[in-house]
């Protein structure tokens, strides 16, 4: 039964040989996977357009009353109605809302008297800009953080580090917001106040994609980029230390997770050095999984802060909803809502994708 | 036996736990040349720690009068020396393929990584040489195995890239830690074979560990036969059945023998006695 000290020639090498994988057919499983995921997403889209219907069309007492008023003659009020074309059914409503909706057509404000899609398009980049450098910020703050703490787990420095992030994990932004104001705006002088931009900047720079950092970079306008970075300083590290508090948490305990794993003590017995042991072949595996952390980080960023929007008085689409929302402006609320929620549906897609190319085992 | 590799005197590794202190090796002492040296003992034994403690990578406490390799003090060597003696000098084969080599890597590239680690070879000559250590291990279709992941190996293909990623730096002495006990039988013979040819080519010295005194008997010159963290008997594997120790002879009749039999096996002696005698007499 056993080899022999003078060795065993194999005779049945090629047995093991034919075990290399035959993957069924690659194309074959790429295309079902494609095909799983794309009903998932319109099973979301659907779902996302219906509740938006719902809440529009179904839940308000009387939609036509809520336009015309309660003192308008019964031939405008049936005008209206058939205009809205409440008089058909319901689904029939609902495919006409759907194809509305792929025009981009959500309607008009009451507030702001403009088409819905107008307003989104000023509000929403004031959102993206701030929660994408928050996002950057809590990524290359958070991730080494973690790691940090991972490396040295319960050592001072894992302390410090989590006592960080339970800091940001747990105290409420708006309060965070107003400090930061008092001491640094008010108090110290250093930052200036709420809003994008000082007053006397606007309207210079030609607005192009709506950030304005980007928009006055472009354009050669320092100053007003200095001016927008300044102003963004506070309300984007609101939102970043709630980044990375949420990012560091998650890496240290994926870094742990993985510095316990098998794998980790080959590459020490290969002689390799604690760095690449920990950035090479730990922080690969981490890296993967975060992914998705990082993803829904970005993803509820996007949905809008309200708290830190209100607090520095930011255009955002959090606070454009929330004042349409106090408006009983429901075309608005829809349209931002249905957007917010593609955004969502999009950065998780997005990140879905990446995992799937990063990962090799869900190349197959 | 030839001039020893590395001596071991009197090492202890031990772990701090919740529940006090776990001893999970107690003292032992011996010594490797270029030979194939087995080490065997249940579950728990301190086999792996034995292994684990000679390169420094136990994150238990370790305690030794003496862990010397061709000279070089091994126990309050710097970090830097012992990374030198990783892998080029004293390497390990671990048990499991999939859990030991790194899922997001080819093993093609974990394979190179080894060698560029001692060498100034660059990508091009590493990846040259892991291509030849793939054929080394007997594996036909080297460029394209190259490129696989680990889960897309199967478990004797994983412990043959493990071995070429371990012996590619050439090591002078090799541990391999149950290097077969994850695979199917007609694999591990497969695997042990080549072990075999490639410690014998080179020259190098080999602590052999497994739970299977009949495995390790038929493929090493000596045996340690652990227990409770002691070695109880060193046996010279000619002379198996002069073995002593109640604990060894208990292992040797835990395999059924198919020309006798046997209604039911025996039931492994243990005492914890034996633990009390720090030279492993009975
Ligand atoms: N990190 C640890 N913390 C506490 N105790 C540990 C740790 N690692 C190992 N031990 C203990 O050390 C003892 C010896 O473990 P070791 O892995 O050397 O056994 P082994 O002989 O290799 O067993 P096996 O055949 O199961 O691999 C065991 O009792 C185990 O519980
Ligand atoms: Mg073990």
Redesign the interface.
């Known amino acids: 039964m056993a080899p022999n000290a003078g060795g065993v020639k194999t005779s049945s090498d090629a047995a093991e040989q034919d075990a290399l994988p035959v993957p069924p057919s690659p194309v074959l499983a790429r295309v079902a996977a494609i095909a799983k995921h794309a009903s998932s997403i319109l099973l979301t889209f659907i779902g996302l357009t219906a509740i938006t219907f719902i809440i529009g069309r179904v839940m308000p007492a009387d939609p036509v009353l809520a336009i015309v008023g309660d003192r308008a003659s019964q031939d405008v009020y049936d005008a209206v109605r058939l205009q809205l074309g409440l008089d058909k059914p319901l689904i029939q409503q609902y495919l006409i809302y759907l194809s509305n909706i792929a025009q981009g057509d959500f309607g008009t404000s009451i507030m702001t008297t403009r088409p819905v899609l107008d307003d989104i398009i000023r509000f929403f980049p004031a959102t993206l800009e701030l929660a994408t450098i928050a996002t950057i910020f809590g990524v290359l703050l958070g991730i080494p953080m973690g790691v940090l703490a991972a490396v040295n787990q319960g050592r001072l420095i894992d302390h410090i580090i989590r006592i960080i992030g339970l800091f940001g994990y747990s105290v409420p932004i708006f309060w965070l917001g107003l400090v930061a104001l008092l001491v640094f705006y008010a108090g110290l002088g250093w930052l200036p106040g709420p809003g994008r931009i000082e007053v006397y900047y606007d309207g210079i720079v030609e607005t192009r994609s709506g950030i304005i950092l980007l928009d006055s970079a472009l354009q050669g306008e320092w100053e007003i980029f200095r001016n927008a970075l300044a102003h963004l300083v506070l309300p984007a590290a609101m939102l970043a230390t709630f980044a990375l508090a949420y990012i560091a948490r998650m890496t240290r305990s994926f870094m742990l997770d993985q510095l316990n794993q098998e794998y980790i003590l080959t590459a020490r017995v290969k002689g390799l050095s604690e760095g690449a042991v920990i950035w090479k072949h730990a922080f690969r595996n981490v890296l993967v999984q975060l992914i998705t952390i990082i993803g829904l980080t970005y993803a509820s960023l996007l949905e809008g802060s309200v708290l830190t929007e209100t607090i520095f008085a930011w255009p955002g689409i959090g606070q454009y909803i929330t004042t349409s929302l106090f408006n009983a402006d429901m075309n608005a609320v829809i349209g931002g809502t249905v957007v917010v929620g593609f955004c969502f549906v999009g950065i998780n897609v997005l990140s879905d994708i990446l995992y799937r190319i990063v990962d090799p085992r869900a190349h197959d | 036996m030839t001039t020893p590799l590395l001596s071991v005197e009197n090492l202890s590794v031990s772990f701090d736990t919740p529940k006090g202190v776990v001893e999970a090796v107690r003292g032992i002492s011996f010594e490797v040349g270029q030979e194939?040296l087995g080490i065997v003992g249940e579950s728990g034994s301190g086999k792996s720690q034995t292994g684990?403690a000679i390169?420094g990578?136990t994150p238990g406490r370790v305690s030794a009068d003496r862990i010397e390799f061709d000279g070089i003090d091994l126990r309050n060597a710097p970090?830097r020396t012992m990374?030198?003696?990783?892998?080029?000098r004293i390497?390990?084969i671990?048990q499991?393929p999939r859990?030991?080599?790194?899922?997001?890597?080819?093993v093609g590239w974990q394979i190179a990584?080894?060698y560029r680690?001692?060498t100034n070879a660059n990508r091009r000559e590493a990846k040259q040489r892991a291509l030849e250590m793939l054929v080394t291990v007997?594996?036909?279709?080297p460029e394209?195995?190259y490129g696989?992941?680990p889960?897309?190996?199967?478990g004797?293909?994983g412990q043959r890239v493990?071995i070429a990623?371990?012996l590619i730096?050439g090591p002078d002495l090799i541990i391999a830690d149950e290097p077969t006990s994850a695979l199917d039988v007609?694999?591990q013979?497969?695997v042990?074979?080549i072990l075999?040819?490639m410690v014998?080519d080179r020259g190098m010295g080999l602590i052999f560990i497994s739970h299977d005194l009949?495995?390790v008997?038929?493929?090493?010159?000596r045996i340690l036969v652990m227990y409770g963290g002691q070695i109880m008997e060193v046996l010279d594997t000619g002379a198996m059945h002069r073995a002593e120790h109640p604990y060894t002879k208990g292992l040797l009749n835990c395999l059924p023998d198919l020309a006798r039999r046997q209604e039911t096996l025996p039931v492994l002696e243990r005492d914890a006695d034996w633990l009390l005698s720090r030279d492993g007499a009975p």
Not at chain 2, 83 to 88: A, D, P, T
């Open positions: 194939r684990r390169l990578l970090a990374r030198n003696i990783r892998g080029r390497s390990m671990m499991d859990y030991s080599l790194n899922p997001v890597m080819t990584e080894a680690v001692h007997r594996i036909r279709e394209k195995v696989l992941y889960h897309q190996v199967s004797g293909m493990m990623m371990m730096p007609t694999v013979l497969q042990l074979a075999d040819d014998r009949h495995l008997s038929s493929f090493c010159d």
